[in-house]
Structures are given as C-alpha cells and as structure tokens.
C-alpha cells in the first residue's frame, strides 16, 4: 500500500513539473533561437575544414602529378 502512494505520488509531481505547450510563461522563441545559433555553430565548425581542404584538393592532385611525372623522367 505504502508503494502505490509512492508510485501515484511519483507520477502526480512528473506531470505537474512538465510544463504545459499552452503555458505563456515560457516564451517559445527564446527556447528555440539558442538551438538554432548552436546547430549553426556547430555546421560551421564542422563545414570549415571541409571547405579548406575541397580548396587545396586541385593543388595536391597536381602537385602529386608532377612529382610522379618527376620520378618518370628520373627514370624511376
């Protein structure tokens, strides 16, 4: 018996400690903005090297070419 009230108890404060999607207290575009700034971040910090290194790509290929082409008429 002392378990059930335990239990219903538990339950009662779980669905009054979560906040309601009608409730005007908490103001929907401040809870949604951080996470949109932080997913921004977070894509730019992973897109930078990505796009240093799709930069520099034509320049190893090439650069990697001529020394293979350089071993070529070393006669290796």
């Given at each position: 018996?002392?378990?059930?009230?335990?239990?219903?108890?538990?339950?009662?404060?779980?669905?009054?400690?979560?906040?309601?999607?009608?409730d005007p207290a908490?103001?929907?575009?401040?809870?949604?903005?951080?996470?949109?700034?932080?997913?921004?971040?977070?894509?730019?910090?992973?897109?930078?090297?990505?796009?240093?290194?799709?930069?520099?790509?034509?320049?190893?290929?090439?650069?990697?070419?001529?020394?293979?082409?350089?071993?070529?008429?070393?006669?290796?």
């Amino acid at each position: 018996m002392r378990i059930a009230f335990i239990l219903i108890f538990l339950c009662l404060t779980a669905c009054m400690a979560t906040p309601q999607a009608n409730d005007p207290a908490l103001p929907t575009a401040t809870l949604e903005t951080p996470k949109k700034e932080a997913n921004n971040e977070m894509r730019d910090a992973i897109q930078a090297p990505i796009e240093k290194a799709k930069q520099v790509e034509d320049q190893v290929l090439d650069g990697a070419e001529k020394q293979k082409a350089d071993i070529e008429a070393a006669g290796g």
